[in-house]
């Protein structure tokens, strides 16, 4: 059916790599590139059967993307890269009029700032050029995104209050780890909160909002409000919502040791010098700590994401939790890496998938929650990914 380029080669490329080499009807041709080659040769070999395609690409670099592209001819690029290279890869997407998908909103690599408004800025140009961009097709951004529009299709005339609650209730054995890249889930996690309320962005000292909540066959586990991406996308694309905030969990353990990092300069992205050498702290401190791809082998437990929404159906108020669990276990098993991975790379398959079927085909730039859930939901379903839905119960918020 067709051509499937994967820029990076990390915990979440390795999972997109398996999910599309399985689906062979589906995702004909696959090539993954990324900044080193041996690491994309790695995941090809373990996947066998000839069916990923390899090359070496510094997605910083346009030139080298288009070079690379049009070497290849892919119908889609799925950007699994880092959030920094969100713009370059869009820009080498449009010199070759090649449609785009990624996870994760751009972020200046010189400013802890992450917002969709650099990446909407192409809405005309990706338009113009007949090629689509699919953005945010994670699983937060991506499911918790689908799952609102799902609801707002099927179960409510409108939408007033949504809560997403991320739940990782796995154990990983180690003092210390971020489940995907660390500098990109540092500079997340240390941010001022921030949520929406009637029509204004509410600020909140970090970690300064928190609360337990109960999740399925997990229980209650302290959830601490943040600012997430999809929220801005969310309040945009659902105007009818009157308050709209993100939930995760932390422990305690992870929480000190974020405590220090800060207190000590190490999530600092501002370069110093090093034995004559220009090294930025949250970059060195990425060195040293666990890598999140390999975190699955010991993992246990599982993660619970979904969304918790009170609304309004045929003039009665309603309330409605809609969420997936995926066991650290399982995930590894299948793909050899960790449910943090897995709940980003099977979402990120299935968008290329709902492209590739042209059931996710438009030209500009869109959010998830702008295409039809339906097909996607079905997707969930058979990939790996199932969703559980609960009606009239009490959302706790
Ligand atoms: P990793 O750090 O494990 O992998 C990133 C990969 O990108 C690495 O292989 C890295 O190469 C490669 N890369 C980095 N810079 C370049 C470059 N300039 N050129 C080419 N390749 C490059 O990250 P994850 O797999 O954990 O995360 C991938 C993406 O998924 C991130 O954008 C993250 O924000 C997003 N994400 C989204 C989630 C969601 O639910 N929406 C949840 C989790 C992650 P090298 O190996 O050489 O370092």
Redesign the pocket.
């Known amino acids: 059916m067709g051509k499937v380029l994967i ?7 390795t999972v997109v790599a398996h999910k599309t080499a399985a689906l062979p009807e589906v995702f004909t041709d696959i090539m993954l590139a ?3 080659k041996s ?1 994309c040769d790695a995941i090809a070999k373990k996947i066998g059967g000839n069916r990923i395609k390899t090359a070496q ?4 670099n346009v030139p080298q993307l288009v070079a690379l592209i049009r070497s290849f001819k892919p119908d889609l690029v799925v950007n ?4 920094y ?1 969100d713009l370059t890869i869009m820009d080498a997407c449009l010199e070759t009029e090649t449609s785009y998908l990624d ?2 909103n751009y972020e200046p690599k010189d400013e802890a700032k992450f917002e969709y408004k650099w990446q909407w800025a192409y809405q005309d140009r990706f338009r113009d050029a007949g090629i689509t961009g699919i953005l ?1 097709c ?5 499911v918790t995104s689908i799952f609102t529009a799902y609801a707002a299709k099927h179960y409510f005339d409108e939408i007033h209050y949504l809560d997403i609650v991320d739940c990782n209730a796995g154990d990983h054995g180690k003092a210390f780890a971020t489940n ?2 660390p500098e ?1 889930n540092i500079r997340e996690v240390t941010q001022k909160g921030k949520y929406w309320e009637n029509g204004k962005w509410v600020e909140t000292e970090p970690h300064e909002i928190h609360k337990p909540l109960n999740y399925p066959e997990i229980g209650p586990k302290e959830s601490y409000l943040i600012y997430h991406e999809e929220l801005e996308s969310l309040v945009k694309n659902f105007p009818t919502l009157k308050r709209a905030r993100f939930w995760m969990t932390f422990g305690q353990e992870y929480l000190t040791h974020l405590r220090v990092i800060q207190n000590i300069g190490m999530a600092s992205i501002d370069p110093i010098m090093y034995e004559g050498k220009e090294i930025v702290p949250i970059q060195f401190l990425k060195a040293v700590l666990p890598n ?2 390999d975190l699955g082998e010991n993992y246990k437990g599982q993660t619970s994401i979904g969304c918790r929404i009170r609304g309004i159906k045929d003039g009665k108020e309603k309330t409605y939790y809609i969420y997936n669990n995926c066991s650290h276990e399982v995930a590894y098993a299948e793909t050899g890496t960790q449910a ?2 897995y709940t ?1 790379g099977v979402p990120a398959m299935i968008g290329a998938m709902m492209y590739l079927k042209e059931l996710w085909k438009k030209p500009g730039v869109f959010n998830v929650e702008e295409f039809d859930p339906d097909p996607f939901m079905e997707a969930l379903n058979q990939h790996g990914l199932p969703w559980h839905e609960l009606h009239d119960v009490d959302l706790e918020l």
């Not at 820029?7 to 490329?13: M, N």
């Not at 690409?57 to 910083?60: P, W």
Request: charged residues 15%.
């Open positions: 820029i990076g080669a990390g915990g979440v490329g990324s900044r080193t690491k690409v510094d997605a910083d699994v890269a880092l959030p290279q996870t994760a945010g994670g699983f937060d951004p991506g995907f890249n990109i999140p791809g943090v991975s980003t």
